[in-house]
């Protein structure tokens, strides 16, 4: 057998290796991980998977940045469940949820959600919570479906003038999450995705380091930003982030999400304000504040808060401020809810 063969069939072992290892952890992650949501049907065998918790009304759903999941309000959907229903979620293409079948711009992102909470039966009225990308979901969704909605929590809402088509200049970063995100697609096929975020979030780390440093100064900022961002959220839910993190579809689905910010820009542009419902906007101290103009653009009730300890993450910054405005909104909305919910 010549060298060039035994190396070929070396290569060609190894892939099968590493790719039923990723087939086998698939399977293991979501029978482990799984057990506290449930899988609701939208439609042509898509599914969305859904966590509840809590009782009473009015509901309180939460919805996570561009590549965040449900797991990124763990901490908030506790105490929020103590008094009150509550339910996070995975949007298509993220976390347990289906793969996506259409973009990712917030309309579209809304009418999924309409049509889970339908589903699952999960009535309103609602206290919609969102975080970067998904206060822009939560705006939409309050827009089209006012009857449902009684009050609104924008926790450091996407600033859709920072990106394109509005600055073009970023463009290139898009480009560039959508390349890389394309590039872990195969490797997350043959579990190298998988032995970098489990050594990262749930062992020493080291082959993660050593894989950062094989990718220069990109890799060891992408290993910074993760490893400081991951760390603000309890430590049980690591390893269900390392394995949402294990699998191609995540990558997939953040590439699609990626790729629509320009659309998802022009659809805010042109979007309803939200009318005559309650809204707090949460704004980080470390950034500049919003101003009138862009605060009448979201809607005619609005008031800014100013999360003085915060960057962007104000939820895991400063999480007992986001939960305080959220108990006012229920507070508020409560006497309300009683009719709706008999």
Known sequence: MSLSLVILSCIAAILAAGFLYQCLGTRRDRLRYTGPGRWV??????????????????AVLFEAGIAATN?????????????????????????????????RTPGNISTELHTMLEMASIKPPYILVGHSFGGLVMRRYAAIYPEDVAGVVLVDPMRCEEWPPLKPEKQSMIERVKRLSGYAIPIAHFGLARLAVTSL???SGRLSGHLADAGGVGGRHVLKRVTEEVGKMPREVWPVVAAHWSRPGYYAGMQRHVAAVPDT??????????????VVVLTPGKSTPLSNQCLRKIG????????VESAHWIHLDEPELVIDYIREMVTAAAPAAVPAMA
């Open 300 to 307: 005619n009730n609005v008031r800014q808060v100013i999360a």
């Open 71 to 103: 797991l990124n309000w763990h901490h908030i959907q506790e105490k929020v469940s103590c008094f009150t229903a509550t339910a996070s979620y995975d949007r298509s293409g993220l976390g347990w949820s289906s793969p996506c079948r259409s973009q």
């Open 265 to 278: 820009v022009r659809e805010m542009q042109h979007a309803d304000p939200i009318l005559d419902i309650p």
């Open 41 to 58: 049907e939208i439609g042509r065998g898509q599914k969305l998977y859904v966590v509840e918790k809590g009782s009473g009304g009015p």
């Open 201 to 203: 979030l749930c062992r």
